[in-house]
């Protein structure tokens, strides 16, 4: 089972920062958090991924609170391209990643 | 540089029959993940190779096999479909065990009828 809650659906506009909630308080200490999507009839992709620290690449920002039990996906500037369904997931090192439901995020012009 | 390929792009069979889904890892990647996509829902992991043997595997019957070959490239068997089987297979590859990005092909649509 997934080891995460995200919102079902969530609205951003065009241009503005897309900000995407992820609740995993069971995570363990050597659990990391990882984010994809997937943009329709595609495979998923991979965005980004962090332990403990704060993570930037050239896709998105995550935010990881003090205590690792909730993240934040920052995409700064969202674009119509970026409507997709998003995944947070856990997992240690060696484990299989484990897909939930996921977020769909829909960009409005 | 090609990145995960898989085929076919779709495929109709009928119940009872087998099924085998094809997969060719993005080069330098030597593990190979299966998903099972069903509609409206978030991939479910079948199993995962490494060095030809299924290293982990998730909560899929007997039915379900796999094999990888001296190349990293894999296949995905499914034996006796039933319409319950109807998903979006997807393949994933990386670069061995520690923290792995996968990288995904486009999948495989199987339709059971």
């Known amino acids: 089972d997934a080891k995460t809650t995200q919102p079902t659906s969530m609205d951003c506009a065009e241009g503005r920062a897309a900000n995407l909630p992820c609740n995993h308080s069971?995570?363990?200490?050597?659990?990391?958090v990882y984010w994809y999507r997937q943009i329709h009839s595609q495979g998923p992709q991979y965005i980004i991924h962090?332990?403990?620290n704060n993570e930037t690449n050239e896709m998105a920002s995550l935010i990881i609170t003090e205590d690792r039990k909730s993240s934040t996906l920052i995409l700064p500037h969202a674009t119509l391209r970026d409507t997709a369904v998003y995944y947070c997931i856990v997992r240690a090192l060696d484990d299989k990643i484990i897909f939930g439901k996921g977020t769909r995020l829909h960009i409005l012009p | 540089d090609a990145g995960v390929t898989q085929s076919p792009t779709h495929l109709i069979k009928t119940r009872g029959q087998q099924v085998t889904l094809r997969c060719s890892p993005k080069?330098?990647?030597?593990?190979v993940s299966w998903y099972q996509q069903a509609l409206g829902q978030g991939p479910q992991f079948i199993f995962q190779y490494y060095e030809e043997e299924e290293r982990q595997r998730g909560n899929f019957p007997d039915r379900f096999s796999g094999h990888q070959f001296p190349n990293y490239s894999s296949e995905l068997n499914v034996n006796a479909l039933l319409l319950g089987d109807s998903a979006l297979y997807l393949c994933?590859?990386?670069?061995?065990?520690?923290?792995?990005?996968?990288?995904f092909g486009s999948g495989t649509q199987l339709s059971v009828l």
């Open positions: 069971t995570i363990s200490g050597n659990e990391y």
């Open positions: 080069s330098g990647h030597d593990t």
């Open positions: 962090g332990l403990k």
């Open positions: 994933a590859s990386s670069s061995g065990a520690g923290i792995e990005k996968l990288f």
